[in-house]
């Protein structure tokens, strides 16, 4: 009983770091991205796609692509 428990949270985990969009269609994360805007800089731009395919399939998804930061478009 112990193995199949584990397997069924080792899936579950796997399926919510999978299953965020921006994290695996937006290609690699950029380290302006990763980091928080500065005190007096511009905020960052949110992928709008990105974030209603992740509402609409998976919502825990959100908080995936917000924590990697594949969910910001990338600096130019």
Same mark, same amino acid.
């Given at each position: 009983m112990n193995n199949i428990?584990?397997?069924?949270?080792?899936?579950?985990?796997? *399926?919510i770091l999978l299953s965020s969009c921006a994290t695996v $269609?937006?290609?690699k994360v950029s380290e302006c991205q990763r980091t928080k805007p500065a005190?007096?800089?511009p905020s960052? *731009?949110?992928?709008?796609?990105? $974030?209603?395919?992740?509402i609409i $399939?998976?919502?825990p998804g959100v908080i995936v692509d917000f924590v990697t930061g594949a969910?910001?478009?990338p600096c130019k």
């Open positions: 428990v584990k397997g069924i949270f080792a899936l579950l985990f796997a *399926s $269609l937006g290609g005190t007096g800089e960052r *731009s949110v992928r709008a796609g990105a $974030l209603i395919a992740d $399939l998976f919502w969910i910001y478009k």
